[in-house]
């Protein structure tokens, strides 16, 4: 990729679009110069959004290397349609809504049971992945551990839109309407989806808290 | 304010109270609440637990070499042909298409196809009749033969003196 400072473009079509989107988010502005062939904004919007975009794919999935790899599917899909993007929501939704579509996708499509890899995995791709920076002791870490798969198996036993509501909503702190608009649905099915999921969690993870 | 968790009214407000998502104003009104209900505090501590417990799942870091690889991705779609770039456009859209949508084509060309048949084939009705058909061909065929019979058949001479 070649790559180029970004720059106010110098089209009108564009700056019209940026000055709609100016109140909206800086993300969509960025896309919009990617539109233009701006690389760096590309650059850029990867850096902001890659970490949240893996991570909640992670907690969809729980398989750190499919989600790497639907994570590279959600950002080449935004590349590759950059010509047409038309900033008509905050990008994140947009973001979110395609991170969503795989990951629900791969859970219907079954294919959690090739290759499924604990939590504790720590070779992937030949990349060594540190968990944890800190030294905690051996009870410490045994503790974390079983308290951890406890809160993945409460996730893993959501159903899958219910899982991608809470994750939504938990970790990247989406507004309800986002998460309505990712998972295609309405403001109020989310609520319910979303009450009905907590429910659920609150069942399963009481037992944590004694 | 009414009960969220009695009246099932606003019950986003527990989700969002301990998302510290309210308004200072809301908050201060909800937890003037929280003192009076016995079952929605007991709910916000639920919640609160589960929002600990979420908290705690740090996912793994992020490859170093994701970015490398993602853009080697990007350069090896740059140079494919212009056909699968393009079907890659059509069969992996970033966002689905809705139902609906896809169903239009589909609708619109099965309305045109009806009505070319319904052009092509007026009689199509009658099809389905044959016999009803056939007898209507032979009434007719029965008037024309009576009509030929009353030409062929010479008028009655009237009888001698009767002008």
Aim: charged residues 25%; hydrophobic residues 45%.
């Amino acid at each position: 990729m070649a790559l180029i400072p970004a720059q106010p473009s110098e089209n009108p079509g564009v700056k019209k679009d940026m000055e709609a989107v100016a109140a909206l988010d800086r993300d969509a502005e960025l896309m919009l110069r990617v539109r233009e062939g701006d690389d760096v904004s590309f650059a850029l919007l990867l850096e902001r959004h890659r970490g949240p975009v893996i991570h909640f794919l992670y907690r969809m999935v729980l398989n750190p290397s499919v989600s790497e790899e639907l994570a590279q599917e959600v950002f080449l899909r935004v590349y590759r349609s950059r010509a047409t993007y038309e900033p008509t929501a905050k990008f994140t939704t947009w973001l979110f809504r395609i991170a969503t579509h795989l990951a629900l996708n791969w859970v219907r499509d079954g294919k959690k049971e090739k290759g499924q890899e604990s939590l504790d995995e720590q070779v992937v791709d030949g990349v060594d992945r540190q968990v944890r920076d800190r030294q905690p002791t051996i009870e410490q870490e045994m503790l974390y551990e079983v308290k951890m798969e406890e809160v993945r198996r409460a996730i893993e036993a959501l159903p899958a839109k219910q899982r991608a509501a809470v994750l939504m909503h938990k970790y990247e702190e989406l507004e309800y309407v986002q998460i309505a608009r990712a998972l295609s649905c309405s403001e109020s099915a989310v609520k319910s989806l979303l009450f009905r999921a907590y429910e659920s969690l609150r069942a399963s993870l009481a037992h944590l808290a004694r | 304010m009414n009960c969220p968790t009695k009246t099932n009214e606003d019950a986003e407000i527990l989700l969002d109270y301990c998302a510290q998502a309210l308004s200072p104003v809301q908050t201060a009104e909800f937890e003037i609440h929280l003192k009076q209900c016995a079952d929605c505090s007991q709910l916000v501590a639920a919640q609160k637990e589960v929002w600990g417990a979420l908290d705690a799942w740090t996912p793994v870091p992020v490859s170093v070499n994701f970015d490398a690889r993602l853009y080697a991705r990007i350069a090896q779609e740059q140079t494919a042909p212009a056909w699968q770039r393009w079907l890659r456009r059509i069969f992996q859209p970033p966002v689905p298409y809705p139902l609906w949508k896809s169903a239009v084509p589909l609708i619109a060309a099965c309305a045109v196809l009806a009505a070319g048949l319904a052009v092509r084939m007026p009689d199509a009705g009658n099809a389905a009749h044959p016999q009803l058909r056939a007898d209507k061909v032979d009434i007719e065929k029965v008037e024309q033969t009576l009509e030929d019979f009353d030409i062929l058949t010479p008028p009655v001479q009237a009888p001698a003196g009767s002008m």
